[in-house]
């Protein structure tokens, strides 16, 4: 954490961006469902001792959860004394291109006329009162996180009483209060803390599932960085952490059934422990964040597995073939999958699978099964030897045999130690074009990485339940340019279309990266993953999940490309990218908020990239390419 330095910004004293009530800085990320602002003035703060209302602490462990979350969370307020670093005001009036006919434009001087009414200075109403308390009454301490779970609350401060009032239907509802209290009490610019005006917040999500995707198998990625997202997880009131624990490329988590798994980890350094993984939960769990574990099979399944039995991988040894399409075993290096037809292969899978659900504690549970490669399985003699037996056997009967026999594995209580498992598939294991299984139980939520809006429809259409990850919007490591080595691609000296007008890979093309372009906060902030969908089928979204492959990525740079973006899908999946009262896009005025949010996220020690030149959130909406502040519709 580090303490920030009176700004410039904390000069500007300027009309909510909600308009209700008096001159305020602050602007939580992500926007309360409702806010009211009053106009009586600011409020000091004290000491904030924590009350429960109606806790028994003898009786729950979310007791102890709360009251640790407010001890952090008072901690931060008193030690960052956080300064809001970029205030939402107007666009202000900038000089008329010359001309003889020059005039004012109506919506600039209507905007300057907004400006100077908003820039007077907050009235004070301190006297002698002080906030020296916060009341958090919560309805039901004893429910669990997990899918669905109310997380509600409400902040209520008067002018009238030294109190912060926080209610809350569950445990979780009051950590998100807390997180928005840790934004709105602020330094007074004298070595006191301020509230700037009494206010009332209603607050809630759209979204049950709010997530990221952090990949430790391309790169292995360190329990402290771990800790890290989930840190800016919280304080975005995201709510899930989707570890996608092993790929081909190395399977770093210990299994006590096949401790030679790990003979495939990067190094003995680079392992998670039995204790690493509750490390994680318990982490996670006392900020109010899920962690789902994900085990990709039956693709992307080479390292690990084949260091206990060999015959249950294929084609872990072919040449990938990137440069001879036809022949590729895997979209990338290096390739291997399950061998789905030998027996051995389900008995080891329920083995690791088994272990693996009683040490993560979530009902949700991801098993892959993303992009499957007909040519890799073409190297397993008992599949060949299938295919032959019955010539219109085709590769989505050899996913339907995956599927048949997978499952039964994967919804045992026995293996689960649930009643209430869920599994989580990529959708390929229904919308591939070259290995679709056949039926698959409506019971597995669907996670859309493809082709978006479209391929959500054709899911939940058939009546899956959806978490939206679509690569076009939500996919964090794209348009870094290629991985891949020897690539003669690369190799031009000239633009082969020196008027630009046809773009190139190296000239306004791709560049290497299959996803490109990079997906920038507006990209992620605009996403209307509903648009089109009936009202039934919307209902089947439970939220989305923004993943971040890590094929160029480790400790030193993942939260630079996680955050602050994930925060764009904090706010879109809890409030939504529109305003309550208009219904339009609200884009131009996230961007003080997601700027001001960055800032917040470094001083709370989270390292989040730039987004912009310091200049461009110290003079709100000098940067934006359209002047008219309704040009995102």
Known sequence: MRSQSLSSALLIWLAAATGLGAAVKVNPLPAPQEITWGESGAIPVGYLTLRTVNADWSTNDNVRIVNDAWNRAFKAITTIRWVPQAVEQPIPKFD?????????????????????????????????????????????????????????????ITSSSSQVQVTAKTAWGALHAFTTLQQMVISDGRGGLIVEQPVKIKDHPNYPYRGVMVDSGRNFISVNKLREQIDGLALSKMNILHWHITDDQSWPIHIDAFPEFTKDAYSEREIYSAND??????????????????????????????QYDK???????????????????????????????????????????????????????????????????????????????????????????????????????????????????????????DAAAHNVSKDVIMQSWNNGITNIGKLTEQGYDVIVSSADFLYLDCGFGGYVTNDPRYNVQENPDPTGATPSFNYGGIGGSWCAPYKTWQ???????????????????????????????????????????????????????????????????????????????????????????????????????????????
């Open 96 to 156: 008329p291109f010359p001309g003889k006919n020059s005039t004012s434009n109506s919506k600039r001087a209507d905007a300057q006329a907004d400006a100077q009414a908003g820039d007077a200075s907050a009235s004070n109403n301190w006297g002698s009162r002080w906030l020296n308390e916060i009341t958090v009454k919560v309805d039901d301490w004893s429910a669990d996180l997990k899918h669905g779970v109310d997380e509600s609350y409400t902040v209520d």
């Open 523 to 633: 990209r992620i902030y605009d996403y209307d993953f509903t648009q089109g969908l009936s009202e039934a089928q919307a209902k089947h979204i439970i939220g989305a999940s923004a993943p971040l492959w890590s094929e160029q990525v480790d400790d030193t740079i993942i939260s630079g490309k996680m955050w602050p973006r994930a925060a764009a899908l904090g706010e879109l999946t809890w409030s939504g990218n529109k305003d309550p009262k208009t219904g339009k896009k609200r884009t131009t005025t996230f961007t003080q908020r997601i700027l001001n949010f960055r800032e917040y996220l470094v001083a709370n020690g989270i390292g989040a990239t730039p987004l912009v030149p310091k200049y461009c959130f110290q003079h709100p909406h000098a940067c934006d390419l359209y002047y008219d502040q309704e040009a995102v519709k």
């Open 311 to 433: 015959d249950i991988i294929t084609c872990e040894n072919s040449w990938w073939s990137n440069d001879n399409w036809p022949l590729h075993t895997a979209v990338q290096p290096n390739p291997g999958q399950l061998d789905v037809l030998n027996p051995k292969t389900y008995k080891t899978v329920e083995k690791v699978y088994a272990e693996l659900s009683h040490r993560f504690s979530d009902d949700f549970f991801h098993v892959g099964g993303d992009e499957l490669q007909t040519g890799c399985f073409n190297f397993s003699k008992p599949i060949r030897d299938w295919f032959a037996e019955d010539s219109s056997r085709t590769y989505f009967d050899l996913n339907q045999h995956w599927i048949d026999t997978s499952m039964p594995i994967f919804t045992s209580e026995k293996n689960t130690g649930k009643k209430n498992r869920r599994l989580i598939m990529w959708e390929d294991v229904v919308l591939s074009p």
């Open 277 to 306: 993984v509750a490390d994680v939960i318990s982490y996670a769990r006392a900020r109010g964040v899920r962690v789902v574990p994900e085990i990709d099979m039956p693709g992307h399944s080479a390292s690990g597995w084949q």
